[in-house]
C-alpha cells in the first residue's frame, strides 16, 4: 500500500519566522498562507477558522504556546513563565469545543514548569510544539491503517464535513481512513456531504480529494438519508471534536442526522480521533459545551443574503452536535479501536488495554 500519491496537502507548517496557516476560508478559490508570529495571532486565526478540525487547531495551538514563551522571555526575562499566563488563556477560550486545544496547551504548561526560569525556553517550547505536531502525523497514519483494515472491498464512504490533512497535522482522521482504504482497493465510491453553513465538505474535502486524485461525489446535507436508501453507502466515516467518556461523540453539526440515517439504514457509522479528543472528565455528551456562532453564517451564503430582511427571521447557528455512543459502531484511535463503544472500553482504552 502506497498512500503517498494520496497524501499532499498540508495546512500548517513551521518556518523560522513563525507558524504558516494555510486559509482555508478561501479555499477552493485561493491558496493564501496566514503568517502568525505570536500567540495572539494563531488564537485569532483559530478563532476564525484560518485553521480548523480538532486536531489541527491543537498542534496550532502547541506552536501559539510555543510563541508565548518566547514573547515572555524577552518581555519579561527571568518572569517568563508567569508572564505567557495571559497568552495562554487567550489562545485557550479561542474555540471551547475543540477538547485538543486544551490538551495541547496542557501539554506545552507542563513542559514550561520543567524549564528554569532562568533560561530563554524558546528552543525547549518550539521542541515540544514540533513533538506534538509529529506525533499527530503518525497517529494519523496507524488510524488510517486501523480504520481501513475494517472496510470490505467495494465499499461505498460517506464522510462528513473535512477530516483531513486540512484539519489535522498530516493524512487525517476519517479522510485518512478513506485516503488509505481508496490506495488498498477497498473503497469503489467517496460521497462527501456539503457540510452547511460553512461548507467543510464541499470548499474543503473535495479539494483535498480531486488534488490527491481521487474522485468524489458531493451532496447537500439533507441527501444523505436518501442516498443510504439505495444501498451505494456502506459506512459513513467522520472525526470528532471531543468524545465523551462514555463514547458521546461531539462533531460537525448534521453528524448526530448522519448517525441517525445510518443506522436506519443499516449503514455502519466510524468515528476516526486521537485519543487527545477523548475528555475523560467529560461523563457524558450532554456535558460537552457546544460552540454558537454568528447566525450570519445561515442568513447570508457567498456574501450574499439568502433570508428574508424581515422582523423575525433569525437563525440558530450550533458548530457542532452530539452522537451517542449508541449510535456508533466503532471508533478508531491510534491506540487502537473500540467497536460498540460505552464508558468501560473507552476507559480500558485510555489505559492501553483496548
Avoid at 485553521?51 to 514563551?69: D, K, N, Q, S, T
Amino acid at each position: 500500500m502506497n498512500t503517498a500519491s494520496h497524501d499532499t496537502v498540508r495546512a500548517l507548517e513551521w518556518r523560522d519566522e513563525g507558524l504558516y496557516l494555510l486559509d482555508q476560508r478561501l479555499l477552493p478559490g485561493q491558496e493564501q498562507y496566514v503568517c502568525c508570529t505570536d500567540a495572539a495571532a494563531v488564537a485569532q486565526a483559530i478563532t476564525d477558522m484560518v485553521v480548523r478540525g480538532a486536531p489541527a487547531i491543537g498542534v496550532a495551538a502547541g506552536y501559539g504556546a510555543a510563541l508565548a514563551g518566547a514573547a515572555a522571555w524577552r518581555t519579561h526575562g527571568a518572569g517568563w513563565q508567569a508572564g505567557m499566563a495571559e497568552d495562554m488563556d487567550t489562545l485557550r477560550r479561542s474555540r471551547p469545543t475543540a477538547v485538543n486545544l486544551a490538551w495541547a496547551l496542557a501539554r506545552m504548561e507542563t513542559c514550561a514548569s520543567r524549564l528554569p526560569e532562568d533560561e530563554d525556553p524558546a528552543s525547549a517550547l518550539l521542541a515540544e510544539a514540533h513533538a506534538i505536531h509529529a506525533e499527530d502525523v503518525a497517529a494519523n497514519q496507524r488510524m488510517g491503517r486501523s480504520g481501513a483494515g475494517l472496510i470490505q472491498p467495494g465499499s461505498g464512504v460517506l464522510t462528513h464535513c473535512n477530516t483531513g490533512s486540512l484539519a489535522t497535522g498530516g493524512l487525517g482522521t476519517a479522510l485518512g481512513v478513506i485516503r488509505t482504504a481508496w490506495a488498498d482497493g477497498r473503497i469503489e465510491r467517496v460521497f462527501a456531504d456539503e457540510t452547511r453553513p460553512w461548507l467543510q465538505g464541499a470548499r474543503l474535502t473535495a479539494w483535498e480529494l480531486a488534488a490527491d486524485g481521487i474522485p468524489v461525489e458531493l451532496l447537500a446535507d439533507g441527501a444523505a438519508a436518501a442516498l443510504m436508501r439505495t444501498g451505494q453507502v456502506h459506512w459513513a466515516i467522520v472525526g470528532a471534536d471531543r468524545i465523551a467518556a462514555n463514547g458521546d461523540v461531539a462533531n460537525k453539526i448534521g453528524t448526530y442526522a448522519v448517525a441517525l440515517a445510518a443506522r436506519q439504514h443499516g449503514v455502519r457509522f466510524m468515528v476516526v480521533a486521537p485519543t487527545s479528543t477523548i475528555d475523560p472528565e467529560t461523563a457524558t455528551g450532554e456535558q460537552i459545551p457546544i460552540e454558537t456562532r454568528d447566525a450570519r453564517e445561515v442568513l447570508y451564503a457567498g456574501g450574499q443574503r439568502v433570508a428574508p430582511k424581515a422582523e423575525g427571521v433569525g437563525a440558530w447557528n450550533p458548530v457542532f452536535d452530539v452522537t451517542p455512543a449508541e449510535l456508533v459502531d466503532v471508533i478508531v484511535t491510534e491506540r487502537g479501536v473500540v467497536h460498540q463503544p460505552d464508558a468501560d472500553g473507552m476507559a480500558r482504552l485510555l489505559e492501553g488495554a483496548g
